[in-house]
């Protein structure tokens, strides 16, 4: 799967809690992403909401400096 090699590579550089459970955090980063396209009807905004889904997934589980690395790129995206 490719969502658990890129978390592993993640925690490896120190961007995510290394005790973060990654079967847990899929699970939970996927009922999220489903939730929102079974429930949105305009891509548009799910769209925007799958952005905020991952925002908010990755303050859950990131360090320091992965969330000094969000907010780079949050920067950058807008």
Do not use: W
Not at 5 to 10: A, R
Not at 15 to 37: G, H, M
């Amino acid at each position: 799967m490719c969502f658990v090699k890129i978390l592993k590579k993640e925690i490896a550089e120190g961007l995510y809690r290394p005790e973060t459970d990654i079967e847990i955090a899929v699970k939970f980063y996927y009922t999220l992403i489903f939730s929102i396209n079974e429930n949105t009807l305009l891509e548009k905004e799910a769209y925007e909401l799958e952005a905020k889904a991952l925002e908010y997934h990755t303050r859950a589980i990131g360090t320091p400096k992965g969330i000094i690395e969000l907010e780079k790129q949050l920067l950058t995206n807008k």
